[in-house]
C-alpha cells in the first residue's frame, strides 16, 4: 500500500480520471447531496455529515477553487454560505446515478431505502442509462471512446 501524496490526475488524458481529480473523494460528494437537499451553512454541512472541521474547511476550499461551489456573505453578515454553482449542479446526473446504482446494489433484500421521484408528479425516477443519438439504451458493450476533433487553432 502506497502512503504520502496521491497522483494527481488533473491532467490524465481520461474524461473520468480528470473527475475524480475534482469530486473523487467522498466527502466532496456528500458536500453537494448536502447543497441540493438545501445546506448552506459550514456548521449545517459539518453537522449534517459528522465531518471534522479541517476536512470540511478543506474540502469546500477545493470545491470553490473548482467552480463547484461559491460563497456569499450569510445574512447575518458574520458567516458565509456556500452556493452551487451552475457546474455544481450539473453533478446532478452523477449523483442520480450513484444514488440508484447503491440502492440497487448496496442494500440487503428487505432493508429500508429510498427512491427518487419527482416533485411535480411524485413518480419515481426511471433508472438512469445512456441513450445513442436514436434513443435506444447503450449497454456496456456497445459503446467505445473514439478521440473527439480538435478544435480549430486561432490565426496569428
Known amino acids: 500500500m502506497m502512503k504520502g501524496k496521491r497522483t494527481d490526475l488533473g491532467g490524465a488524458a ?9 469530486v473523487g473523494d467522498w466527502w466532496s460528494l456528500l458536500l453537494v447531496r448536502e447543497a441540493f437537499h438545501g445546506q448552506q451553512r459550514f456548521s449545517d454541512f459539518e453537522k449534517r455529515l459528522g465531518i471534522a472541521r479541517n476536512i470540511l474547511s478543506k474540502r469546500l476550499k477545493k470545491m470553490i477553487e473548482e467552480d463547484i461551489f461559491r460563497t456569499e456573505p450569510d445574512r447575518d453578515g458574520r458567516s458565509r454560505r456556500y452556493i452551487l454553482t451552475e457546474k455544481g449542479e450539473d453533478l446532478y446526473v452523477l449523483l442520480i446515478a450513484l444514488w440508484q446504482w447503491g440502492e440497487e446494489h448496496c442494500f440487503e433484500t428487505g432493508e429500508p431505502g429510498h427512491v427518487l421521484v419527482d416533485r411535480i408528479g411524485g413518480r419515481p425516477l426511471p433508472r438512469m442509462r445512456p441513450l445513442s443519438a436514436n434513443g435506444k439504451v447503450v ?10 476533433e480538435k478544435p480549430p487553432v486561432a490565426a496569428e
Do not use: N, T
Open 139 to 148: 449497454r456496456p458493450r456497445d459503446f467505445q471512446l473514439s478521440a473527439r
Open 14 to 22: 481520461c474524461g473520468i480520471a480528470r473527475a475524480l481529480e475534482v
